[in-house]
C-alpha cells in the first residue's frame, strides 16, 4: 500500500522558516517525481515546486522561487520542503505527491499519490 505522509508544518511568524517533510512507503520515491502542492483557504489547490525522478530538474512557481526549495533523500524515502522568507501568502495546507512517470510539473493530474497535507500558517 502506497502511503504518503507529510510532517512539519506549524505557525511561523512572516519572514521565519519551516521544512515539510514527505516520507513515502510503498514505493521507492527515487525513481518517482515528487511534487508539492498547496491549497490556501477558499482557494484552489495551487502547484509549488516539483523534483524529476533524476533529482537534477526542478520546477517552482514563480511566488516561491529564491524561498523555497525542494529535495529528496532517497536513504530516508522522503522528500522535502524548505521554506524560507516566508510570508502571510504561503499560509495553506501543503500537499506532497509522487508520478511514477518520473515528470511531475505542475498538473495535479499529473501525480497518481498524495499525501493528507500539513497546515502551514505563516502570521504577520
Known amino acids: 500500500q502506497v502511503q504518503l505522509v507529510e510532517s512539519g508544518g506549524g505557525l511561523v511568524q512572516a519572514g521565519g522558516s519551516l521544512r515539510l517533510s514527505c516520507a513515502a512507503s510503498?514505493?521507492?520515491?527515487?525513481?518517482?517525481?515528487v511534487g508539492w502542492f498547496r491549497q490556501a483557504p477558499g482557494k484552489e489547490r495551487e502547484f509549488v515546486t516539483a523534483?524529476?525522478?533524476?533529482?537534477?530538474?526542478?520546477y517552482y512557481t514563480d511566488s516561491v522561487k529564491g524561498r523555497f526549495t525542494i529535495s529528496r533523500d532517497n536513504a530516508k524515502n522522503t522528500a522535502y520542503l524548505q521554506m524560507n522568507s516566508l510570508k502571510v501568502e504561503d499560509t495553506a495546507v501543503y500537499y506532497c505527491?509522487?508520478?511514477?512517470?518520473?515528470?511531475?510539473?505542475?498538473?495535479?493530474?499529473?501525480?497518481?499519490?498524495w499525501g493528507q497535507g500539513t497546515q502551514v500558517t505563516v502570521s504577520s
Open positions: 505527491a509522487a508520478d511514477f512517470r518520473g515528470v511531475g510539473r505542475g498538473s495535479e493530474s499529473s501525480y497518481q499519490y
Open positions: 510503498g514505493l521507492t520515491l527515487s525513481a518517482y517525481a
Open positions: 523534483l524529476r525522478w533524476s533529482g537534477s530538474i526542478t
